[in-house]
């Protein structure tokens, strides 16, 4: 606008400094009218932010996730909280309630607790994970050949069913499967059943978990590079810094936030483990989590009741642990520059 | 402004939800009472019912339906219309909590004996049905019947005869030791896999639990487990089954990756005689001589052997209760749902097709067992009269005597993929069972 001024005639830069002037007066008006203005009526015109239908529309647009949200998320929760104080089998039309009787059974039976351990499999697996999203997305943000099919190759996992990569896995590590016959042109002869006992079928079951989640973080994690201006890599490149101290001082602080983000994910995620294992191997062979065994207890042994209260406790140290994390590394806003 | 009213909604609709909450769930219950008789004439019922089936193959392959259309050369005016349902247990259980689960269904094993009355009609009293069909104490709630057994199966191992042979042995195992030893000759002299566990699927290995009953040629067995009695102390039928079980893996009997069987091609190996025996139901033995035609190969070479123990010199198998067939409480063609039970469970020729034990008294014993009839083998029906509480027991102690995992861990500590001794492992599960009979099944 200051632009236009200096160079148009004066005719054209008064009529355009008019307008900009009543433009303000308006805006004015409307916040309160504490400035004298020359040309306007008495009083804020009646704007048609303030008609009702107006102010309920955003509701309008609301009503429909809202309901969704509700009536899929919410109530089922909340149900699943009210069956939790119940002795409940699932079917009959009568329960009874019992209180805290199944948090007591629950914090008293080690048994329920042990599981956890499986998830250190998972854990150890997504920091695995983690590490090679991170890899590829620094790679694949910089300029290569076939980028886009690179990407493409990585994120594919993740768009297959779970149920699907369950059974292509299990027919991948049976005994004389993909892998043992990959691994015989190899040389490699092997013996051993990969999902023969607990250690080896833990670790081939978190690997599955590693090759379909990857391309998860590696998006997030490219996405997030690349939203971080590309006059930083240069000006770096002119200070002589190499690829290594781009990622270290560049890249690194700039994704911080979506890293978290993935470390939070990768922590419930392996304490909630439960597609993967449960359709390979139904949670035979010391491969039980803590999902697979409360929907045992809820669809095996019928004790709805008690299973509620497993999946209410697993809600809260999700929480617990969201919240621990989030204490221990603030949410920072970045600024690079 | 805004965020002020978004709590203030927000927490309204949280309050709203609770309260809708509260006043749904347990949607069972109807007129109770009500018994579903039989039509007098056949001509005049009518209506339409909906039959709930886990047997979704037999409604894709249309031959529910060439049934439904025999039942109508009797019954004109009824209407049959199939439902089948792949995880049968799991998605009827929850279809239950309303009132929409069909006119005919076969009862859950989640239901809970007493919820039978809340559930479904009663079909006459014991004494009218008792002396015409089998198992019918299974469902029965004070001195009335709730269900119909869909058909009953004898348990025993179904084997590549021309397999056992090829080994040296022609003549049925009458002991553990001789049915092991067995076992092995096919091992050192055929290379053939001597027992196939089917332990991925998980559920071949409920079927041990059928055998219940024919190791000390008792009917009461099954009752008898309701109670503190220890069922894995030595001498008991089930240390004798699980026990079999354990030796056939510890001795390297089994195949040699458990945790990647597949059942559907296991049908195909033991037929081709890739797999020796495996442990299965009556019901098996159609579709293992189905798979030998398939592979072009002889149907009379798919045999069928008792438990390996004898009682006074004889073999006996107890012949088991599959699914009772029940109709809704909540169908509003009773009659017509009722003469759909008579009518598949007596005339349909069901049980004849699929070579199991008709549900009917009088009626012979199917063709697939004529090994065991030929033989002598002594058949007796396994009483159920104390199912229910014996299952009260069962899930209160987490056990899963009709689940496959207590039997997985049992292999994978015979193959030493679980830690622990044979001993520890029974001794924890009968110190499970007395605890939980201390407190439910009484």
């Given at each position: 606008?200051?632009?236009?001024?200096?160079?148009?005639?004066?005719?054209?830069?008064?009529?355009?400094?008019?307008?900009?002037?009543?433009?303000?007066?308006?805006e004015?008006?409307a916040r309160?009218?504490?400035?004298?203005?020359?040309?306007?009526?008495?009083?804020p015109p009646r704007s048609w932010r303030h008609s009702p239908l107006r102010r309920i529309t955003p509701w309008l647009f609301l009503a429909a996730p809202l309901a969704l949200l509700i009536t899929f998320t919410y109530v089922p929760v909340a149900s699943m909280i009210s069956y939790?104080?119940?002795?409940?089998?699932?079917?009959?039309?009568?329960?009874?309630?019992?209180?805290?009787?199944?948090?007591?059974?629950?914090?008293?039976?080690?048994?329920?607790?042990?599981?956890?351990?499986?998830?250190?499999?998972?854990?150890?697996?997504?920091?695995?994970?983690?590490?090679?999203?991170?890899?590829?997305?620094?790679?694949?943000?910089?300029?290569?050949?076939?980028?886009?099919?690179?990407?493409?190759?990585?994120?594919?996992?993740y768009l297959?069913?779970?149920?699907?990569?369950?059974?292509?896995?299990?027919?991948?590590?049976?005994?004389?499967?993909?892998?043992?016959?990959?691994?015989?042109?190899?040389?490699?002869?092997?013996?051993?059943?990969?999902?023969?006992?607990?250690?080896?079928?833990?670790?081939?079951?978190?690997?599955?978990?590693?090759?379909?989640?990857?391309?998860l973080?590696?998006v997030l994690?490219?996405g997030a590079?690349?939203s971080?201006?590309?006059?930083?890599?240069?000006?770096?490149?002119?200070?002589?810094?190499?690829?290594?101290?781009?990622?270290?001082?560049?890249?690194?602080?700039?994704?911080?936030p979506v890293?978290s983000l993935s470390?939070i994910l990768?922590?419930s995620g392996?304490?909630s483990?439960?597609?993967?294992?449960?359709?390979?191997?139904?949670?035979?062979?010391?491969?039980?989590?803590?999902?697979?065994?409360?929907?045992?207890?809820?669809?095996?042994?019928?004790?709805?009741?008690?299973?509620s209260?497993?999946a209410v406790?697993?809600l809260l140290?999700i929480l617990?642990?969201t919240w621990?994390?989030r204490?221990?590394?603030?949410d920072?806003k970045?600024?690079?520059? | 402004m805004g965020n002020k009213k978004t709590t203030v909604l927000s927490g309204a609709l949280l309050a709203t939800a609770t309260l809708v909450l509260s006043a749904c769930g347990?949607?069972?219950?109807?007129?109770?009472?009500?018994?579903?008789?039989?039509?007098?004439?056949?001509?005049?019922?009518?209506?339409?019912?909906?039959?709930?089936?886990?047997?979704?193959?037999?409604?894709?392959?249309?031959?529910?339906?060439?049934?439904?259309?025999?039942?109508?050369?009797?019954?004109?005016?009824?209407?049959?219309?199939?439902?089948?349902?792949?995880?049968?247990?799991?998605?009827?259980?929850?279809?239950?909590?309303?009132?929409?689960?069909?006119?005919?269904?076969?009862?859950?094993?989640?239901?809970?004996?007493?919820?039978?009355?809340?559930?479904?009609?009663?079909?006459?009293?014991?004494?009218?049905?008792?002396?015409?069909?089998?198992?019918?104490?299974?469902?029965?709630?004070?001195?009335?019947?709730?269900?119909?057994?869909?058909?009953?199966?004898?348990?025993?191992?179904?084997?590549?005869?021309?397999?056992?042979?090829?080994?040296?042995?022609?003549?049925?195992?009458?002991?553990?030791?001789?049915?092991?030893?067995?076992?092995?000759?096919?091992?050192?002299?055929?290379?053939?896999?001597?027992?196939?566990?089917?332990?991925?699927?998980?559920?071949?290995?409920?079927?041990?639990?059928?055998?219940?009953?024919?190791?000390?040629?008792?009917?009461?067995?099954?009752?008898?487990?309701?109670?503190?009695?220890?069922?894995?102390?030595?001498?008991?039928?089930?240390?004798?089954?699980?026990?079999?079980?354990?030796?056939?893996?510890?001795?390297?009997?089994?195949?040699?990756?458990?945790?990647?069987?597949?059942?559907?091609?296991?049908?195909?190996?033991?037929?081709?005689?890739?797999?020796?025996?495996?442990?299965?139901?009556?019901?098996?033995?159609?579709?293992?001589?189905?798979?030998?035609?398939?592979?072009?190969?002889?149907?009379?070479?798919?045999?069928?052997?008792?438990?390996?123990?004898?009682?006074?010199?004889?073999?006996?198998?107890?012949?088991?209760?599959?699914?009772?067939?029940?109709?809704?409480?909540?169908?509003?063609?009773?009659?017509?749902?009722?003469?759909?039970?008579?009518?598949?469970?007596?005339?349909?020729?069901?049980?004849?097709?699929?070579?199991?034990?008709?549900?009917?008294?009088?009626?012979?014993?199917?063709?697939?067992?004529?090994?065991?009839?030929?033989?002598?083998?002594?058949?007796?029906?396994?009483?159920?009269?104390?199912?229910?509480?014996?299952?009260?027991?069962?899930?209160?102690?987490?056990?899963?005597?009709?689940?496959?995992?207590?039997?997985?861990?049992?292999?994978?500590?015979?193959?030493?993929?679980?830690?622990?001794?044979?001993?520890?492992?029974?001794?924890?599960?009968?110190?499970?069972?007395?605890?939980?009979?201390?407190?439910?099944?009484?």
């Open positions: 606008m200051t632009d236009t001024t200096d160079t148009a005639p004066g005719g054209v830069a008064v009529t355009r400094r008019r307008s900009v002037r009543d433009r303000n007066d308006a004015g008006g309160g009218g504490d400035r004298p203005t020359g040309r306007r009526r008495a009083g939790s104080f119940t002795d409940w089998d699932g079917v009959s039309p009568d329960r009874e309630n019992v209180g805290f009787d199944n948090y007591v059974q629950i914090f008293t039976r080690p048994e329920l607790f042990r599981v956890f351990f499986v998830s250190g499999y998972y854990l150890a697996a997504s920091v695995v994970q983690i590490a090679v999203a991170l890899y590829f997305a620094v790679i694949l943000s910089f300029n290569l050949k076939f980028r886009n099919f690179f990407k493409g190759i990585l994120f594919f996992p297959i069913n779970g149920v699907a990569i369950g059974f292509v896995f299990l027919y991948f590590f049976q005994d004389g499967g993909t892998l043992d016959s990959v691994l015989s042109w190899f040389g490699v002869s092997n013996d051993h059943p990969w999902l023969g006992d607990p250690t080896s079928a833990n670790i081939s079951l978190a690997g599955v978990s590693v090759w379909r989640f990857t391309g973080n590696f994690f490219l590079i690349q971080i201006p590309g006059e930083l890599y240069e000006a770096a490149e002119l200070d002589g810094a190499g690829r290594w101290k781009q990622f270290r001082h560049i890249i690194a602080p700039g994704i911080k890293i470390v990768a922590i392996s304490l483990v439960f597609e993967i294992p449960y359709i390979m191997t139904g949670g035979a062979t010391g491969t039980q989590t803590f999902v697979i065994q409360t929907i045992k207890l809820a669809f095996q042994f019928n004790k709805t009741g008690l299973a209260a497993a406790v697993l140290i617990l642990i621990i994390q204490r221990l590394v603030p920072d970045v600024d690079l520059v | 347990g949607g069972g219950g109807g007129a109770t009472g009500e018994v579903a008789a039989p039509p007098a004439d056949p001509k005049g019922v009518s209506g339409e019912i909906k039959v709930l089936t886990q047997r979704t193959d037999l409604v894709q392959k249309g031959v529910m339906k060439a049934y439904a259309a025999e039942f109508n050369k009797i019954y004109p005016k009824v209407k049959v219309s199939f439902d089948g349902i792949t995880d049968y247990e799991g998605e009827v259980k929850i279809r239950m909590n309303a009132k929409a689960y069909g006119d005919v269904l076969l009862i859950p094993g989640a239901v809970a004996k007493n919820d039978y009355p809340k559930f479904f009609a009663p079909l006459g009293t014991t004494a009218e049905l008792s002396s015409k069909y089998r198992f019918s104490d299974k469902a029965e709630v004070d001195g009335k019947v709730y269900g119909i057994a869909q058909f009953g199966t004898a348990n025993g191992f179904v084997y590549n005869k021309a397999l056992w042979k090829k080994a040296g042995i022609t003549a049925w195992p009458t002991t553990p030791q001789e049915f092991l030893a067995g076992l092995k000759a096919i091992k050192d002299k055929t290379g053939a896999t001597p027992y196939y566990t089917n332990f991925k699927d998980g559920w071949p290995l409920v079927q041990w639990t059928a055998n219940n009953g024919s190791v000390g040629c008792d009917a009461n067995a099954g009752n008898k487990l309701a109670g503190p009695v220890s069922p894995w102390k030595e001498g008991g039928e089930l240390r004798a089954i699980d026990g079999l079980l354990y030796d056939i893996a510890k001795q390297g009997l089994s195949e040699k990756d458990p945790t990647t069987t597949n059942w559907e091609t296991s049908k195909a190996l033991l037929a081709e005689g890739r797999i020796a025996t495996m442990m299965l139901g009556s019901w098996s033995i159609t579709q293992m001589r189905g798979a030998a035609v398939d592979a072009g190969l002889r149907a009379d070479d798919i045999g069928f052997m008792p438990f390996p123990v004898q009682k006074g010199g004889k073999f006996c198998a107890a012949v088991v209760s599959d699914y009772q067939q029940a109709v809704s409480v909540h169908s509003e063609n009773k009659p017509a749902a009722r003469a759909w039970v008579d009518w598949f469970t007596e005339k349909s020729g069901f049980s004849e097709k699929e070579g199991v034990v008709s549900a009917v008294k009088s009626a012979p014993m199917p063709a697939t067992l004529k090994d065991f009839v030929d033989n002598d083998v002594t058949f007796f029906d396994r009483s159920e009269a104390r199912t229910a509480a014996v299952n009260d027991i069962d899930d209160a102690a987490e056990i899963g005597l009709n689940k496959p995992d207590y039997r997985q861990k049992l292999i994978d500590t015979a193959r030493g993929a679980a830690k622990g001794s044979v001993e520890d492992f029974f001794a924890d599960l009968n110190k499970r069972w007395d605890e939980a009979a201390k407190t439910a099944g009484s």
